[in-house]
C-alpha cells in the first residue's frame, strides 16, 4: 500500500499545520508531503467508517516527509524525519478532526516482534503503540525479553534503556520507564 498526503506528521512525532492571521502578508510556502508505504504477505482487513485497517504477517511500515508526490523514501537508508516499524501484526486508526481533536492524527499499533527505528533511535518490544497526537511511543513487552530503547547521544556513547514498559517521545527526547531493568550509556 502506497499513500502520499499533504503535511507533516506520523511515525517520527511532531506536525506543522498552516496559521492564517489576518492583516499579514501571504507568503508562499511549498508544502512537504509524507510518503507512507506498508509492506505486508499476509491479509489486510478493515473498516472505513470507522477509519481503521489491520494487516498481517510480516509487516513492514516506512513513513516520512518527501518534497513531491512522486518521491519514496528507502527503507533502509532513512532520511532525517523517517521512520520505520516492523511487526507481525499492525493496526491504524485514523482519528480525523473534531471537537475533542484540533488536527487529525493516526494512531499505530505493532504486535509481536515489533521494532522502530528513525531521528536516532531504535527500540524493540512485543507491542509498540504510537499516538499521534502526542508523538508518544508506548513499548510494552509481554513474554520474557524486556522493551529496549536505544538513542544516539551528542556527548557520548549511545544509551539503552530495557523495562517491561517504556512511554517515550522522540521530539521532547522524554522517556519514562517502568519496571527498569538496565540502562547504559552517557
Not at 39 to 54: L, N, P, S, V, Y
Not at 141 to 170: L, Q, Y
Amino acid at each position: 500500500m502506497l499513500l502520499w498526503q499533504r503535511g507533516k506528521s506520523g511515525l517520527t512525532g511532531g506536525s506543522t499545520t498552516d496559521v492564517i492571521q489576518a492583516n499579514r502578508p501571504i507568503t508562499v510556502v511549498a508544502s512537504e508531503w509524507n510518503y507512507t508505504r506498508v509492506d505486508f504477505k499476509g491479509k489486510m482487513t478493515g473498516h472505513i467508517e470507522r477509519q481503521r485497517a489491520t494487516f498481517h504477517d510480516a509487516v513492514w511500515v516506512v513513513h516520512g516527509p518527501v518534497k513531491s508526490p512522486i518521491e519514496t523514501l528507502n527503507r533502509d537508508k532513512l532520511t532525517g524525519d523517517a521512520g520505520s516499524m516492523r511487526c507481525e501484526q499492525l493496526e491504524i486508526v485514523h482519528q480525523g478532526k473534531g471537537p475533542n481533536n484540533p488536527v487529525a492524527y493516526q494512531q499505530l499499533v505493532g504486535h509481536g516482534n515489533a521494532q522502530i527505528e528513525g531521528r536516532g533511535f531504535y527500540a524493540t518490544a512485543d507491542e509498540i503503540s504510537y499516538d499521534g497526537s502526542k508523538g508518544l511511543y508506548m513499548l510494552r513487552a509481554h513474554g520474557k525479553e524486556n522493551a529496549t530503547v536505544a538513542r544516539d547521544s551528542e556527548r557520548g556513547p549511545p544509551t539503552e534503556t530495557s523495562a517491561r514498559r517504556i512511554d517515550f517521545t522522540p521530539s521532547r527526547n522524554a522517556l519514562i520507564v517502568h519496571g527498569a531493568s538496565g540502562a547504559s550509556g552517557g
